[in-house]
């Protein structure tokens, strides 16, 4: 079992920036693609960015040049960088996480998704 735990929200001014941070702990074969997704209210939770585990990265289009999103392999931890923050990034910022686990039994690997409790960002002047 995987645990996700996040940390760098808060409350900003416009322009300003925020660091966001998600360790992963427990257990696990592998780790995959990671990535952070935001849902402001009244919203339905979008992509933000995603890392794969050779360093691919993609962001949705209202972030681009402006977040950047950078995994830690020795520690396991996925951070997004932000800045230049605006009123309309204020959400809850979620961070996801792709694991396997391998059984000795079946002789095969289990893929799972993990998700972090949540931190909220505020941009707000």
């Known amino acids: 079992q995987v645990q996700l735990v996040e940390s760098g929200g808060g409350l900003m001014q416009p322009g300003g920036s925020l660091r966001l941070s998600c360790a992963a702990s427990?257990?696990?074969?592998?780790?995959?693609?990671m990535g952070w997704y935001r849902q402001a209210p009244g919203r339905e939770r979008v992509l933000v960015a995603v890392?794969?585990?050779?360093?691919?990265?993609n962001y949705a289009d209202s972030v681009k040049g402006r977040f950047t999103i950078v995994r830690d392999n020795a520690k396991n931890t996925v951070y997004l960088q932000m800045n230049n923050l605006k009123p309309e990034d204020t959400a809850v910022y979620y961070c996801n996480l792709e694991g396997y686990q391998y059984s000795e039994d079946l002789g095969a690997l289990f893929e799972y998704n993990y998700w972090g409790q949540g931190t909220q960002v505020t941009v707000s002047s």
């Open positions: 890392i794969t585990s050779e360093g691919t990265t």
């Open positions: 427990g257990s696990v074969f592998s780790i995959g693609a």
